[in-house]
């Protein structure tokens, strides 16, 4: 029988869910490279790419060949920015979640495959590995209600902010697992973190009304269950 969630519905302008974590529950982070090197690739993956300065700039006679090279991997790298919009995420010593939405039905699988696979290549050259890093193929869930929307983004920030056994509502330092938080909070501004359409149901002014106090109640998700891929 297929894992919960592996077998997945695709749908245009869907939200999803998404979550994977190591093989046999091993780590997929292993210091403070890894969370790096895991977060510029999203960064390649999901802004805009520059197509035309990058050709330009191939095309000057001073450029290094160091910049060549880069620039010339750039330009064919994969590029989804036009078709997934990353809305929050959270990254753990062995998986991941993100909140996705995609705009065609088929983005997130060629998003999902490229990003575990030069990951993949990636700790297995530095730690001198072969073979999958991943289990198996990531899970995904449609999400369908705005409920559920809103209320993932608190679980996945909440995932991130209890890292280290503080409670969520004592937390304040920050020094917690890398995720979108800061991004909602004020305290930082990714441009490929799309935090606009959750945070309009929440006030800028008035504290007790705030995003953070949403992500800071201590409430009960267990409505959410069937979106949670972490069990």
Not at 48 to 57: A, H, M, V, Y
């Amino acid at each position: 029988m297929p894992a919960r969630n592996s077998i997945k519905l695709y749908v245009e302008n869907g939200y999803y869910h998404l979550y994977n974590r190591g093989v046999e529950k091993r780590l997929i982070f292993s210091d403070e490279k890894d969370y790096g090197v895991f977060l510029h690739y999203l960064k390649e993956y999901l802004l805009p790419k520059d197509e035309e300065s990058l050709r330009k700039r191939l095309a000057e006679s001073e450029i290094s060949s160091k910049e060549r090279a880069e620039i010339i991997k750039l330009l064919r790298l994969n590029n989804f920015a036009q078709e997934i919009s990353l809305i929050a995420y959270c990254l753990m010593p062995n998986h991941y979640h993100f909140l996705i939405k995609q705009k065609s039905p088929y983005s997130i699988d060629g998003f999902m495959q490229s990003l575990g696979t030069r990951y993949t290549m990636y700790f297995n050259q530095k730690y001198k590995r072969v073979g999958s890093l991943f289990q198996a193929v990531y899970k995904a869930c449609l999400v369908t209600s705005n409920d559920q929307f809103l209320y993932l983004t608190k679980y996945i920030h909440k995932q991130a902010l209890a890292s280290k056994g503080e409670t969520f509502r004592d937390f304040r330092d920050f020094r917690d697992q890398p995720s979108s938080y800061k991004d909602y909070i004020g305290k930082r501004s990714t441009p490929w973190i799309h935090t606009a359409e959750i945070l309009s149901h929440f006030s800028k002014t008035i504290p007790t009304l705030s995003y953070e106090s949403f992500v800071n109640e201590s409430e009960d998700l267990s409505f959410i269950h069937k979106l949670i891929l972490d069990n």
